[in-house]
C-alpha cells in the first residue's frame, strides 16, 4: 500500500474502535469506519485490477459528495495520484492542462462525460455559453 497517511490513519482509527461513525453516505446512512474502510479497499481494488499504476494520474472530474470521498481515497490508496477537474475552465486550458499532465485514467460522472462527447451537445452548450472541456478528447486515458 503507498504510503499515504490518510488511508493509515483509516485503518488505524478503524482498529480502535471498528463501529464508531465514520461518515455519512449518499443515502443519508451512517457508515461505520469499518464499512468505510471496506468500501474504500474494494474501489481500490477495483481500480488495481484494472489496471491502475502506482504514480499514474488520475483526472476526476466527479461532483463532492459522500461517493466521490470514497473514489478519492480509493484512489490514493491505489497509488493514483489525482488531477481535479475544474469543468468551468476553457477547453484552450483544459487542453493545454491535459499535455501538461498526461493523465492516465479518467474518473468522470457520465452525464459530463456524455455530453463532452456529444458535438451537438457541445454547440448548444456553447450557443447558451457554457463551454466544458472536451473530456473524450483525453489522450490514452482510460475511462
Wanted: glycine content about 8%; overall charge positive; charged content about 20%.
Amino acid at each position: 500500500m503507498p504510503g499515504f497517511a490518510l488511508i493509515d490513519q483509516l485503518m488505524a482509527a478503524s482498529s480502535r474502535d471498528p463501529h464508531a461513525d465514520a461518515m455519512i453516505d449518499a443515502g443519508g446512512k451512517a457508515l461505520s469506519r469499518e464499512q468505510l474502510l471496506q468500501r474504500v479497499r474494494a474501489i481500490s481494488r477495483g481500480f488495481t485490477e484494472s489496471g491502475l499504476q502506482p504514480g499514474e494520474r488520475v483526472l476526476f472530474a466527479v461532483r463532492p459528495d459522500a461517493g466521490s470521498i470514497l473514489l478519492m481515497i480509493a484512489i490514493a490508496e491505489a497509488g493514483g495520484v489525482l488531477v481535479p477537474l475544474d469543468p468551468s475552465m476553457g477547453p484552450a486550458l483544459f487542453r493545454s492542462r491535459m499535455e501538461l499532465l498526461a493523465p492516465a485514467w479518467v474518473v468522470a460522472e457520465s452525464v459530463l462525460y456524455s455530453a463532452t462527447a456529444n458535438r451537438w451537445v457541445m454547440r448548444l452548450l456553447c450557443k447558451l455559453g457554457i463551454r466544458l472541456p472536451r473530456l473524450a478528447e483525453v489522450r490514452n486515458a482510460r475511462f
